[in-house]
């Protein structure tokens, strides 16, 4: 089961402010434990929306929006991926995440399961997918 954590976004992080060496030394110890107990799969931070676009779909119609967006707290500033045996485990390990934000101060942490192929009927498309797959690890 492979879970996504993700950070939410504050008026620094989207200013570009980097964290503090002390959050950066904490999120790494947390990382690296993550590592030891093999289930980190990636992680990394995102930088400001105003290096980032959208694509707005309507219809057959693709518009392109440029960032910055307006709703800091609808925005993600970064992200670990992780795979755990049971969705309790993923739990116990996120209550444990650092605070993003520094501690003592307001922040907050989003956690989904991501799909896995097994959890879609069988299909060519999926299928070809779980080639996909296969020759990216290669």
């Known amino acids: 089961m492979r879970f996504m954590i993700m950070v939410r976004a504050t008026q620094d992080c989207e200013a570009g402010v980097m964290p503090e060496e002390k959050l950066i030394a904490t999120m790494t110890k947390f990382h690296e434990e993550l590592a030891a107990a093999g289930m980190l799969l990636d992680a990394s931070g995102l930088q400001p929306s105003s290096k980032g676009w959208r694509i707005k779909y309507s219809g057959d119609k693709r ?72 020759e990216a690890k290669m």
């Open 63 to 134: 518009t392109l929006i440029d960032g910055p967006f307006v709703e800091t707290k609808e925005l993600i500033a970064g992200y670990t991926l992780i795979q755990a045996n049971s969705r309790e485990e993923a739990i116990e390990w996120t209550q444990r995440f650092p605070n993003p934000a520094g501690e003592g101060n307001e922040a907050e942490i989003e956690v989904r399961q991501l799909f896995e192929l097994d959890d879609f009927g069988p299909s060519e498309a999926i299928e070809r997918f779980r080639e996909l797959e296969a």
